[in-house]
């Protein structure tokens, strides 16, 4: 920042900057802007800006008539859920490669790595007919296992990553006191590990909560989340924008605050540690 | 400092995530595999048969499959082109000193946290719906005829609508590559008076070289498996593409043995480029 910038060029940028996250924002904006009005104006041409009766009684009647609370339950246990049964599977894995590396712990990283990149389609119809036999469609436990297994590859992943950067003089100084395994993870390595769990959890909630693949094969009513309930409304019967909109507000709302908390996570965890 | 007893502590931590990922990986492949060599229709239960591989034979001859792999390429192929451009030249403006960063930030990141069902409908009907839309009406505010989106042009209007949902992802991972860029390096050219174009071509382009990469390849593997944003704006039809052509044979169709078939086709194309990607990344992690 030592370059001297004229005040200018700054303003010019300034603009063209605003312009370009308002061009990006937009639809969301003209989303929830279209969830405040009447269905009528909602549709109206010439399009209204800001100038309409402002109401919110869409959000009323989408949690009266859709039930939206139930969907929303659904999305936070699903995503919920799998993130934390991944976590029981992860720690333990990401400790022993980050502290105890073998020869073969790179190429096991990269293996689970690998199971990420397997399409969806090559196990859309074994999975399919397994939970139909066993009786797991539109169950949240049947889902919940599907989307733990999404999630661990990139869990194990980011907590190795995290894990990595914790110095392992410390481990052994406590080892060296006589502390034993358990009391070296439990009092020793989950306190500095804690920033990266939390982070590394709320990247995958937010994967979660978007899943649309899984959740629209395997789930019609009892366990869907707000996914499927947001495609119900791609039937021409149910195309009122307003609704939809509102529908579509509280759908993205919590998942958006999460996903600006951990924007900084994001670029280290879709990318695999690959960019920092 | 590693002892025989943390030795064996270890291996027991880890084996319970590669058991669960084994399975999840050989055991739905291993199905669609032996699947895909049946004769295996729903509606026709308990008369399977093995055929070989004429399920591949029809598959692949099918004029909807080289339909549906050239709309996934066509897919992939704009919204790269659209996202790793957009996304050079929006990180290049953000990089700069202006007011606001951080919620300039947030505003473009955003996108990258709407589920992909609310964009896909938000975006067919509130913007590009051909009469009521939002483009609808500023097409015809310059006097033009608009665009009937989903009618006219679906595969554009699809490919549309998933840039946007990557272009941010583009854009926040290529700034972090540019915030990289050694600061001394950018005086000592400005002090050498290099011109811009030059200091773009010559040091910016090659430092993003391997974040260019990397999004490429995780773009393309998440792009190659696009499936709601189809689902629930086109429902398939002209914009069909290989995930939604196999979903479509197994649950639509019940034809479980030219659907399995399908699905290691699109098991073959991913690991394509999933070949790529891991090494790059597996070199990253030696470094």
């Known amino acids: 920042m030592a370059r001297a910038v004229s005040l200018r060029r700054k303003s010019l940028t300034t603009a063209a900057a605003w312009l370009f996250g308002f061009l990006i924002f937009f639809p969301i ?52 859920g799998s993130t934390l049964v991944s976590l029981v599977f992860a720690v333990p894995a990401a400790w022993a490669m980050a502290f105890s590396p073998g020869k073969r712990t790179k190429d096991l990283l990269l293996w689970m790595l690998s199971t990420k990149m397997m399409p969806p389609v090559g196990a859309l119809i074994p999975i399919y007919l397994l939970f139909r036999d066993g009786g797991l469609l539109d169950t949240r436990v049947g889902l919940i296992a599907v989307l733990f297994l999404l999630d661990l590859p990139i869990i194990v992943w980011l907590l190795y990553t995290y894990f990595k950067e914790i110095p392992g003089e410390i481990l052994e100084a406590s080892r060296m006191d006589g502390a034993t395994l358990w009391r070296e993870i439990v009092y020793v390595l989950t306190p500095m590990a804690v920033p990266g769990i939390a982070s590394t959890v709320l990247l995958n909630i937010i994967l979660a909560w978007n899943e649309a693949f899984w959740t629209l094969n395997l789930t019609t009513s009892d366990a869907a989340p707000l996914t499927v309930f947001i495609a119900s409304y791609s039937s021409p019967e149910g195309l009122f924008w307003a609704k939809l909109s509102a529908a579509s507000t509280m759908a993205i709302a919590p998942i958006m605050v999460l996903g600006w908390f951990s924007q900084r996570q994001l670029v280290r965890g879709l990318t695999f540690g690959a960019v920092k | 400092m590693a002892t025989r007893q943390t030795r064996a502590a270890a291996r027991a931590a880890v084996a319970p995530s590669v058991l669960v990922l084994f399975l999840w990986m050989i055991v739905p492949l291993g199905m669609t595999i032996y699947f ?99 483009f609808a009406w500023i097409a015809k505010s310059f006097g033009l005829e ?92 002209a914009a069909t593409n290989i995930p939604f052509l196999v979903y479509a044979q197994a649950l639509l169709q019940f034809d479980i043995g030219g659907a399995s078939a399908g699905g290691i086709v699109a098991v073959i194309l991913a690991n394509i480029v999933a070949f790529f990607l891991v090494r790059m990344i597996g070199r990253n992690l030696e470094a």
Do not use: C
């Open chain 1, 29 to 80: 904006l003209w989303m929830v802007l279209a969830s405040f009005k009447t269905e009528l104006e909602a549709f109206s041409t010439p399009p209204k800006f800001l100038f309409f009766d402002w109401t919110i009684e869409n959000y009323g009647i989408v949690q009266e008539r859709s039930d939206y609370l139930r969907f929303a339950t659904n999305s936070i246990i699903l995503a919920v």
């Open chain 2, 36 to 134: 895909s060599l049946l004769r295996y229709n729903l509606l026709d239960p308990g008369n399977e048969s093995f055929i070989g591989f004429l399920n591949y034979e029809y598959f692949l001859t099918d004029p909807a499959f080289l339909a549906a792999f050239g709309n996934s390429l066509k897919l992939v192929g704009a919204v790269l082109a659209i996202s790793v451009v957009g996304g050079i030249l929006f990180a290049l403006l953000l990089d700069q000193p202006f007011f606001g960063r951080g919620i300039v930030r947030l505003m473009v990141i955003a996108p990258f946290f709407v589920m992909p069902t609310v964009s896909a409908l938000v975006w067919k009907n509130l913007l590009m719906h051909p009469v009521s839309g939002l």
């Open chain 2, 146 to 237: 608009p665009i009937d989106w989903f009618a006219d042009a679906p595969l554009t209007a699809v490919s549309l609508i998933v840039a946007w949902q990557w272009l941010p992802f583009a854009t926040l991972i290529l700034l972090t590559a540019i915030q990289s860029l050694d600061e001394e390096q950018k005086e000592a050219a400005e002090m050498d008076g290099t011109p811009p174009v030059s200091f773009f071509f010559y040091i910016v382009l090659p430092h993003l070289a391997r974040a260019i990469t990397v999004v490429i390849l995780i773009e393309t593997i998440f792009l190659l498996n696009v499936f709601a944003e189809i689902l629930v704006t086109t429902n398939g039809g």
